[in-house]
């Protein structure tokens, strides 16, 4: 299958720094990527769907100027996690998708980010 | 409500049992059903499509039934490796996919 890569696979930081987190299509071309967010014992919850070149969409509730998505490249979104702060700890993982469909959303290992 | 519920379980059941997880939607509309598994601090992993006139993978069996909005994952002969948690996930519309909180297997010997 294809192989989706994120990176750092986790981080620590302080209260009020950014963080930016890499997701990368390593064998595949993706058109659309999308970034999830998962607090321990929950589901994973959208927050936003990129398509490389344009402005990424937002679920509702979730900050666009808290969470900057960049997808500017087939095989590369960013997410920032600006100002971070405590209640940003949780397990961000995004996934990608080629030309198999739209169901077929291939997963990045996740990224851990603990806010001290 | 909840779009996708599930019982967190966790189901602890001995290695060869048959176990049965369940998951009901709220949108009528929704289009697509999967069964996702997640291993511990890993990210979900499709496990197979759920389709109205149910379908099987090797000891996994999906089911859908519409009408009740309601999908079914049965695993047969239980090994310590089905231990995970199994999501449950629904495409509304477009490629948006929403997921349960899944349901935690432990398979002991």
């Known amino acids: 299958g294809a192989v989706v890569s994120q990176h750092p696979s986790w981080v620590i930081c302080k209260s009020g720094t950014s963080v930016k987190i890499e997701c990368r299509s390593l064998d595949f071309q993706a058109t659309t990527m999308f970034w999830y967010r998962q607090f321990p014992k929950q589901s994973l919850m959208l927050m936003a769907t990129s398509n490389e070149g344009s402005k990424a969409t937002y679920e509702q509730g979730v900050e666009k100027d808290k969470f900057l998505i960049n997808h500017a490249s087939l095989t590369l979104s960013t997410l920032t996690v600006t100002s971070a702060h405590p209640e940003d700890s949780s397990f961000y993982i995004c996934s990608a998708t080629g030309t198999g469909g739209f169901y077929e959303q291939f997963f990045g290992p996740g990224t851990r980010l603990t806010v001290l | 409500r909840k779009e996708v519920e599930q019982d967190p379980g966790p189901f602890n059941v001995p290695e060869g049992a048959t176990v049965a997880f369940n998951c009901t939607y709220s949108?009528?509309?929704?289009?697509?059903f999967f069964w996702y598994r997640q291993d511990c601090r890993k990210e979900p992993k499709l496990l197979m499509s759920v389709y109205s006139s149910g379908n099987e993978d090797g000891r996994f069996t999906a089911q859908l039934n519409r009408a009740s909005q309601y999908i079914s994952l049965l695993i047969r002969d239980s090994k310590l490796s089905d231990s995970a948690t199994y999501l449950c996930?629904?495409?509304?519309?477009?490629?948006?996919?929403?997921f349960g909180a899944g349901t935690i297997l432990r398979v002991k010997s």
């Open positions: 949108n009528s509309a929704s289009q697509s």
């Open positions: 996930v629904v495409i509304l519309r477009g490629n948006k996919l929403v």
